[in-house]
């Protein structure tokens, strides 16, 4: 597994936080942002040297000027196995939320994604390994570090992959505008698994038609469509509403 450069604030605090090997913290000289003291000692606990640096040299390092004057080296990024993906949902004994991306292309997005997904406790996103985006640092800097906090399955085969979530008990849902239901009018209390399709083609063929059913969002105004992660945010949303209204019923 290959190194990579982790840069800004929110990823590298929560790079440091998580499980992966550290190497070197580096600082841009000059550095006076708060949020740079936790960043130094919880270096200092991961006993992980710290290194000067100019910012050039720091955007040199990254790739990029937005780096907030903080890069860290690590080991690359650990996907999440499916079937532990899969055990620790029957563990935890609560109602799923997956989120399946088919095909997602633009690392902003799928950084955005698993933010959400992050923040909407998800049991896991799952992302195809070819001909998508994958963990980069530019997602995980785009996810703000949630990449950190949540796992990560990358599968062969997404329509395979959506048949074993069906046999563990998952409704599948495909995010489409088109012959779909309103998402507002269906139960996604029980055991949900989201499905957004890529930007440009939306959901393959086979993936839809592994899909129980396929969901809108009523739009309102003269544009068409929704951005992807926007999409997969407001679905994701509407499954945590209906579950915190259940919750409140039964208390």
């Known amino acids: 597994m290959s190194d990579e450069m982790i840069y800004g604030m929110n990823p590298v605090l929560e790079a440091l936080r998580g499980s992966r090997r550290a190497f070197e913290l580096f600082v841009a000289s000059g550095a006076n942002d708060r949020r740079l003291e936790n960043l130094l000692k919880l270096a200092a606990e ?25 890069a860290l080296r690590v080991e690359g990024f650990p996907y999440a196995d499916l079937a532990d993906l899969l055990d620790n949902w029957r563990i935890a004994g609560t109602s799923g ?6 095909g997602i292309q633009d690392p902003h997005n799928l950084g955005a994604l698993i933010r959400t997904a992050a923040c909407a406790g998800a049991n896991g996103v799952i992302i195809p390994r070819d001909r998508a985006a994958a963990v980069t640092p530019t997602v995980e800097k785009s996810s703000a570090g949630a990449v950190e906090t949540i796992p990560i399955a990358q599968v062969t085969n997404i329509a395979q992959t959506l048949a074993e979530f069906k046999e563990a008990g998952f409704w599948i849902y495909g995010a489409s505008g088109e012959s779909a239901e309103p998402v507002y009018g269906q139960d996604l209390t029980g055991n949900v698994a989201l499905v957004i399709g890529s930007e440009g083609e939306g959901l393959r063929p086979l993936v839809r038609k592994m899909c129980d059913l396929l969901v809108a969002i009523p739009l309102q105004g003269g544009v068409s469509s929704l951005n992807a992660s926007v999409a997969g945010g407001v679905l994701m949303f509407e499954v945590v509403r209906q579950r915190l209204a259940a919750a409140q019923k039964k208390a």
């Open 46 to 70: 991961k006993s992980v040297p710290v290194r000067q640096r100019e910012k050039r040299d720091l955007a040199r390092l990254c790739g990029t000027e937005h780096h907030q004057g903080v």
């Open 97 to 102: 939320l997956v989120l399946v991306l088919d």
